[in-house]
């Protein structure tokens, strides 16, 4: 599969072959979801996705890889180091570090913002010295940085009906979304590495502090009022998904099914928290596979249709308001990752 999404993309230099085929190994071991939903995109479209999946892990390794037990200035030098190493090759159009010589084979032929790539590693910085956010303005610093960019990152690669800059607030959103979905499924492992991503103010209101949380997680004892911490939480970012939703729509028609398979995935991280009853500083809620597989499924019939439909006539381009977009049910009532398309299928969607 490699070779073919390889010769797909006119990739032929055995060095960038190779450098991309490291993006895609660390792309299928780690990021189970995101490599999901990159394989129902054109398979000349894969590598660039692998690429940039593959960097952003190697730098989220050198901060939170607990392999080694390295010291915080020593995680500091190699994030350093590796930010050098990433600015010299997008200077030079080449590197020897794979992962950093594959994205700046992206970065060039997708013409993606340098400056994407700059608040990233400002955001994976921050993580070596910040432990905590006191509202959800100062974490939306962070998470411009860690997953809006990432959102904008795509854009390029995914296409658009219209011009880009319209579905550029879109993508930012739902980079934050399926950011804020895993540090929801993830609070107790963060927790472990001394980091609170939900917000001190939120935590407050409904009488919760760090000191509660880490006895909670030390003593595997629940508390009330953590759990209605964690559901207020879950509803911000139901809003957030809500808000991201019609720029699906804006989309070239063979990227949507990736997308929309990742949005119900992601946002079904939220059905598995709350179906395990908010116990993430115990444990992490999982989806099971016979429910990613049918989402996975719905989407690989959506992505046949739209190579179909785009072999035997072309979508015109075109501007798509999206705030004329209807608004359904589902999103109404907050659950946006409510898939029409899927639950006519029998069932609901899945994380």
Known sequence: MTARELDAAAIHDPALRAAYATCRRLNAAHGRTYFLATRLLPADRRP??????????????????????????????????FEQRLAEGLAHGTADEPVIRALVHTAAVYGIDHRHFTDFMASMRSDLTVTGYASWAELGGYTH?????????????????????????YAADLGVAFQLSNF????GEDLDRGRVYLPADLLAAHGVDRE???????????????????RAAAA???????????????????????????????????DAVEADGYAVLHRRAVVSRARRATVALDGLVRALAARSGARTAPAPRRRVPPRALPVTDAQRAGLP???????????????
């Open 337 to 351: 990752h409510r898939d029409p398309a899927v639950t006519r299928a029998g069932r609901e969607d899945v994380a």
């Open 145 to 169: 940085g860690s997953a809006a960019v990432i959102g904008l990152q795509m854009l390029p690669v995914l296409g658009t009906v219209g011009p880009r800059e319209e579905a550029a607030p």
């Open 48 to 81: 660039a996705v692998h690429a940039l999946y593959g960097f952003a892990r190697r730098a989220d390794d050198i901060v939170d890889d607990l392999t080694g037990d390295p010291t915080p200035g020593e995680r500091a030098r190699a994030l350093l180091a």
């Open 236 to 270: 911000h970012n139901r809003e957030i998904y809500r808000r991201a939703l019609p720029g699906i729509a804006l989309l070239a028609p063979e990227s949507r099914p990736c997308i929309r398979t990742a949005f119900v995935l992601y946002g079904g991280i939220l």
């Open 212 to 230: 509660l949380l880490v006895h909670s997680r030390a003593t595997g004892l629940r508390d009330p009022r953590i759990t209605s911490a964690l």
């Open 184 to 187: 929801l499924r993830d609070v």
